[in-house]
Structures are given as C-alpha cells and as structure tokens.
T-cell receptor, first 112, second 110 residues
C-alpha cells in the first residue's frame, strides 16, 4: 500500500527566503506526482505535475524535483512571499484510474 | 478550458438526514471523476471514483454512495447521515494525467 509522508508538517519563514518542502513515498512504481496548494477552507489548486519519466518541473518561482528510485520529491519555492502562505500537498498517482494518494501536507507561513 | 463546479459550499445537516452533493465538469468529455474527503487534521482520503457513466468504485466501506448519471456529473449521497460523516468533501476530475479539484463542500452533521 502506497504511503506518502511530508516533512515538515509546518514551517514559518520570513519573506524573501528560499525554502524546500519534502515529500516521500513508499512505492516507487508511480505514474506521476503532483503538488497542490490549499488555502484555508478552499479546494486544491494544482501547482506542478511531474511525470514518472521526468526529473523536474518549473513554474515561476516553483521548482519540483522527482527521484523515483529513492521515493522522494521536493518542492522548492524561491523568494517566498506572504501570499505563498498555505498548505502544500503532494500526491502520487500509481496509474490505476489515476487515483491519488496524498500526504498530510506542510502548512507554510511566510511572515513580513 | 475545463472547469469543475461543486455545491453547496457549506452544509449543516442533522444526524439521520439524507445527503446529496453534486459535482459537474465542463470543457472535457469522459473524465475520470473522484470524491475525496478531508477530515480535520488528516489527509485527503479517496472515497469513490468513476471512469465512466454508471461505473462507480468504492475505496472504503462507509455510509455514503456515489452515482454518475451523466458523463460530467458526479453525485455523493447518503440515506442517513452519521456524525462521523462530517468533513470537507472534494470532487476532482482527471483526463488520465493532472487532477483538478473543486472548491469543496464543508459538511457538518449535528
């Protein structure tokens, strides 16, 4: 059974810092990995999708990497801003009907 | 472009009452559709998924059921709600790659 772990559970950083969020998964036989953002009381917003054959994806200040063999992914946020404050979730797709297994998230607070 | 609509946004229901949450997708055909639940302090749990009209797969035994009467419509139901059904319910769709989520329904059973 696939298990996904995210570390740290919570993180507080001052504005402008670069930061890394970690995601690990137990079964390396994944189809893809997706990073999401969730604001309080809201749905999930897709940030980045990394296919199993890819090593990384970039969108603006976000960069996600994938090391499938070691079961790890990182989300790098450059020059953090208060608007980045949210919970970040990673999810892996094992390919069966594209069902996702989620981590419990990292709650990020960027302070002024 | 594709959009996903989910309603209502919030719902307070008494124990034992019925439930119907609806989700519709626009701008795509034959999507995979999903219902997830997010309980307080816990991760998202997949409840049901559907790969086509009338095809429903349940991931966990529970007091809920799902139906897909049309290609882009997914409904989550219960005949009698339990206190443990409280949570944040999210509908999602996927074309086989990236998944997209609705804005969620906050259900409180009292």
């Amino acid at each position: 059974k696939q298990e996904v772990t995210q570390i740290p559970a919570a993180l507080s950083v001052p504005e402008g810092e670069n930061l890394v969020l970690n995601c690990s998964f137990t079964d390396s036989a994944i189809y893809n990995l997706q990073w999401f953002r969730q604001d309080p009381g809201k749905g999930l917003t897709s940030l980045l999708l990394i296919q199993s054959s890819q090593r990384e994806q970039t969108s603006g200040r976000l960069n996600a990497s994938l090391d499938k063999s070691s079961g790890r992914s990182t989300l790098y946020i450059a020059a953090s801003q208060p608007g980045d404050s949210a919970t970040y979730l990673c999810a892996v797709d094992t390919g069966t009907a594209s069902k996702l297994t989620f981590g419990t998230g990292t709650r990020l607070q960027v302070t002024l | 472009s594709q959009t996903i609509h989910q309603w209502p946004a919030t719902l307070v229901q008494p124990v034992g009452s019925p439930l119907s949450l609806e989700c519709t997708v626009e701008g795509t055909s034959n999507p995979n559709l999903y219902w997830y639940r997010q309980a307080a302090g816990r991760g998202l749990q997949l409840l049901f998924y559907s790969v086509g009209i009338g095809q429903i797969s349940s991931e966990v035994p529970q007091n809920l059921s799902a139906s897909r009467p049309q290609d882009r419509q997914f409904i989550l139901s219960s005949k009698k709600l339990l206190l443990s059904d409280s949570g944040f319910y999210l509908c999602a769709w996927s074309g086989g790659g990236e998944a997209f989520f609705g804005q969620g329904t906050r259900l409180t059973v009292v």
